[in-house]
């Protein structure tokens, strides 16, 4: 009877390892608040498309994914702390930029939000500046605290 159990485990597992490694979202960790009520009134907004890519099916709370990573967005970061990174200014919420790991990928967070957002968009997405509008859409609401000093406006 326990090899019985141990099969019935095993296959559930490796069943649930497949769908992760299937996952659009594989290697994507949640931010340290992603159980923050705003990230869950954020979910509720998240747009269908986004840069022309569809919205993929993520439940993980605080992820969304748009044309199979294409463009990553995790809420309940840690919010950036003063710094001299470059800043720009979408529609009155600022986004700090962060240098992604040698591979290609666009890195931002909002700068004065709490929860704070960070996005992570592909080097091919030729429409960054219209998704950082629609994003910057999306995270308004989120009270802002603080703006960036210098922030470029786009």
């Given at each position: 009877?326990?090899?019985?159990?141990?099969?019935?485990?095993?296959?559930?597992?490796?069943?649930?390892?497949?769908?992760?490694?299937?996952?659009?979202v594989f290697g994507l960790a949640q931010g340290p608040f992603a159980e923050d009520p705003g990230c869950g009134r954020l979910a509720d907004r998240y747009p269908d498309r986004l840069g022309g890519a569809t919205r993929d099916r993520v439940t993980f709370a605080g992820l969304a994914v748009w044309g199979h990573g294409t463009v990553e967005l995790r809420c309940g970061v840690n919010p950036p702390g003063p710094t001299t990174d470059a800043c720009v200014s979408v529609d009155g919420v600022d986004w700090v930029w962060r240098e992604a790991a040698g591979n290609g990928r666009k890195m931002l967070v909002t700068y004065g939000r709490s929860p704070a957002v960070e996005v992570s968009v592909a080097g091919s997405v030729a429409g960054l500046?219209?998704?950082?509008?629609?994003?910057?859409?999306?995270?308004?609401?989120?009270?802002?605290?603080?703006g960036c000093l210098a922030a470029a406006p786009l």
């Open positions: 009877m326990a090899g019985g159990v141990a099969v019935v485990g095993l296959g559930v597992g490796g069943g649930l390892v497949a769908g992760e490694l299937d996952s659009p500046d219209a998704v950082l509008v629609d994003l910057s859409r999306l995270v308004a609401p989120i009270r802002e605290g603080a």
